[in-house]
């Protein structure tokens, strides 16, 4: 009894495998050509280079980032993309700031060509995504924002207020900002 | 030396310096009182958190699925071939192992 079940149990493990094997490739490329369609029009013969990875610098200034995703093109050149979740369809100034902190740490990290733009998929409440275009700033005005907020933190200058009365309306500090009265 | 809540540290991650794109006087505040948010904001970072991992999930199997569009042909014909013998020889003794049980009675019959 126990020969005949192992004789039943063995082809069928042997089969299940084989079609296991034999569905997971049609699987894979199709969320790969999925994935393709989804990406800005630029980006679908690009190759995925980085997802989730973190690049750490401490020249010219202490730097940690976390990219979202590297797209290298079939130039070589590589583009950044980072994700986010918000109710609004747009891409922000902090959304600039933070790939171009991206950008700096990667290139200093791998020595990798970084394109002078990037990706910001935005992604609404209602799992709608689409992507905005953004022009990154210099590897210099980001040394130069890291400087700004040393020197913020230091007491050297004073901090600018926020540039949207909008920010101010949703910002968990406001009870304690000197600057609420005026807004 | 001034106490601050948030524990300095001259290593700035990007999001923290995107947070002077939104506002410095913020900056400055969380550095002092510690992080705040409010219901609204720890909802949307839970949200962003589902929502990232689903991306990496995503990312990770369109990028098994280009790594299969850039295998060598040779290897996946190879790949393929072994598959299918694999599932052709499961096939024949499943046959052979059902035919032997259907054929038996007949057998005893016989002798």
Sequence with gaps: MTTNWAAWALPTLALTLGMSVALRRPRAALADRMDRVSRPSDLRDAELLYQEKRFDVSEPVRLSTRLDRAYRMPSGLVVLLELKTRSVNRAFPSDVIQLSAQRLALERRTREIVAQHGYVVAQTPDGAREAHRVRLVSGQAVVALVRRREAILAGRISPRPAASVGVCRTCAYRSICPDRLGR | ?111
Aim: hydrophobic fraction near 40%.
């Design chain 2, 1 to 111: 030396m001034k106490k601050h809540a948030t524990p300095y540290r001259d290593v700035v991650s990007a999001s923290e310096l995107a947070e002077m794109g939104v506002c410095e006087r913020r900056v400055l505040l969380a550095h002092r009182h510690g992080p705040r948010r409010t219901l609204a904001q720890r909802r949307a970072l839970r949200r962003g958190l589902r929502a990232h991992k689903r991306f990496h999930r995503d990312g990770l199997a369109a990028n098994e699925g280009a790594t299969h569009r850039c295998c060598p042909t040779a290897f996946a014909s190879v790949g393929r071939w072994f598959v299918g013998l694999c599932t052709r020889i499961a096939l024949a003794v499943l046959c052979a192992l059902a035919g032997r049980r259907h054929r038996s009675p007949d057998l005893g019959e016989g002798g």
